[in-house]
């Protein structure tokens, strides 16, 4: 039976001259050996002295030399700095190898808990504001729920079972927000764990299922599309146009609302096959590329998103140097979703639209109409299971679809 032996903490030394060779001043290097069975490395001091001024014997600067106090200060710091490291390092994971105490030198962001790491890294530059003000609420959570800071140690699976509780009696009609915030948090401890300050086997959901409630996503019919598409307003509320447009390019493009509202006449590619909506994507960055006329055409064959585009342009009426980047529309989200519940009642519609309703009914009209894997693509999802959250089969696509069988 072979018995796994504990890994050797280091052991640590100097060494002088290693190369046997000297500068053009006479002078070599003073080396630090480190040595964990059988590995051994190197790491430098930095500082150069003459052979006469080292001591073999005590393996040391001589007491003769005119920097011997500062210089032998300056090697204890290391040696002391590497020690340090290498039981900081032990005491979070148990061992620790040679081949990672170079990480030495590495500035150390220290954290005193896990709310401090938390913000650290909602700080980041690269995060949008929508994006952090959700994360932010949900840290806000989190403090609610433990009265005050969390600390590293508080994670465990003990704790969001409570947690959990909390926020089921918190959220009582809107369960469907707690799977996003289990994934928010989960997301930042394993942030925490790939910088080291919590060990891979103490994550709490490693226990911890996240139960999804899986409520039915909004999204419209063609026949309920059709009804806001030929909607039209008396003059007391010709602000519902705007709003309409909108709406519908978020329908006809699948694209998010942050990318809608900076969709301009630079992101749309004249093509020998048509028109191409050609634009990376806010979120993910990613670049999205939506083949506009040839699709949603009407009973003429002409695609309604060209059509919705060339009104939008003529709105716009004359062109000026900065035509090109300026938005087709540009409004808040929360005014667009706040007057979308007045197109729906107008259109006869008993359900919750917002922007995003538009990208779930992009994608569940046009599943039966391109293959899923150019869908993924299109919706610039990193895979496939994302985009499969995004098509809904009711009972009225499915009859439609079992239709085309020829048996």
């Known amino acids: 039976?072979?018995?796994?032996?504990?890994?050797?903490?280091?052991?640590?030394?100097?060494?002088?001259?290693?190369?046997?060779?000297?500068?053009?001043?006479?002078?070599?290097?003073?080396?630090?050996?480190?040595?964990?069975?059988?590995k051994c490395r190197f790491f430098t001091t930095g500082i150069y002295i003459t052979p006469r001024y080292w001591d073999n014997k005590n393996n040391q600067i001589k007491s003769g030399h005119p920097n011997e106090f500062v210089y032998t200060e300056q090697i204890n710091n290391i040696i002391r700095e590497m020690k340090s490291y290498?039981?900081?390092?032990?005491?979070?994971?148990?061992?620790?190898?040679?081949?990672?105490?170079?990480?030495?030198?590495?500035?150390?962001?220290?954290?005193?808990?896990?709310?401090?790491?938390?913000?650290?890294?909602?700080?980041?530059?690269?995060?949008?504001?929508?994006?952090?003000?959700?994360?932010?609420?949900?840290l806000g959570n989190l403090e609610e729920f433990r009265k005050g800071k969390i600390y590293f140690e508080d994670l465990t699976y003990s704790f969001l079972?409570?947690?959990?509780?909390?926020?089921?009696?918190?959220?009582?009609?809107?369960?469907s927000t707690i799977p996003n915030i289990h994934k928010t948090v989960k997301a930042y401890i394993n942030k925490a764990i790939k910088q080291d300050l919590l060990k891979p086997d103490k994550t709490p959901y490693k226990k911890f299922d996240i139960k999804s409630n899986d409520p039915d996503k909004v999204f419209l019919t063609v026949d309920e599309l059709n009804r806001i598409e030929e909607l039209e307003f008396t003059n007391d509320s010709l602000h519902l146009e705007q709003i309409k447009d909108f709406f519908l390019l978020c329908c006809y493009t699948g694209l998010r609302y942050s990318d809608v509202n900076k969709l301009a006449p630079i992101h749309l590619v004249d093509t020998k096959e048509g028109i191409d909506i050609r634009i990376t994507t806010k979120k993910n960055k990613k670049a999205a590329f939506i083949p506009i006329s040839n699709l949603f055409l009407d009973a003429d064959g002409n695609s309604k998103i060209v059509d919705l585009i060339k009104k939008l342009q003529a709105k716009r009426g004359g062109q000026n140097d900065n035509f090109d980047t300026i938005p087709f529309i540009k409004l808040a989200n929360q005014y667009v979703n706040r007057e979308l519940k007045e197109i729906a009642k107008q259109a006869k519609i008993l359900k919750n639209l917002t922007t995003h309703v538009g990208r779930h009914t992009?994608?569940?009209?046009?599943?039966?109409?391109?293959?899923?894997?150019?869908?993924?693509?299109?919706?610039?999802?990193?895979?496939?299971?994302?985009?499969m959250q995004y098509i809904h089969m009711n009972g009225e696509l499915i009859r439609s679809e079992i239709k085309k069988v020829k048996w």
């Open 362 to 387: 992009n994608a569940t009209i046009l599943c039966t109409k391109v293959p899923i894997p150019v869908l993924q693509k299109m919706l610039t999802h990193s895979n496939i299971d994302t985009t």
């Open 161 to 175: 079972i409570r947690f959990d509780r909390f926020l089921r009696n918190k959220y009582d009609q809107e369960k």
């Open 1 to 38: 039976m072979l018995i796994q032996q504990k890994r050797q903490k280091i052991s640590y030394t100097l060494v002088y001259n290693r190369k046997n060779k000297l500068n053009r001043q006479g002078e070599s290097l003073v080396q630090v050996k480190t040595y964990q069975n059988p």
């Open 86 to 138: 290498e039981n900081r390092m032990i005491n979070r994971y148990g061992v620790f190898s040679l081949d990672r105490l170079h990480e030495y030198q590495s500035p150390e962001k220290e954290f005193n808990n896990f709310t401090e790491f938390y913000l650290f890294e909602l700080d980041r530059p690269n995060i949008t504001h929508s994006t952090k003000k959700s994360q932010k609420a949900r």
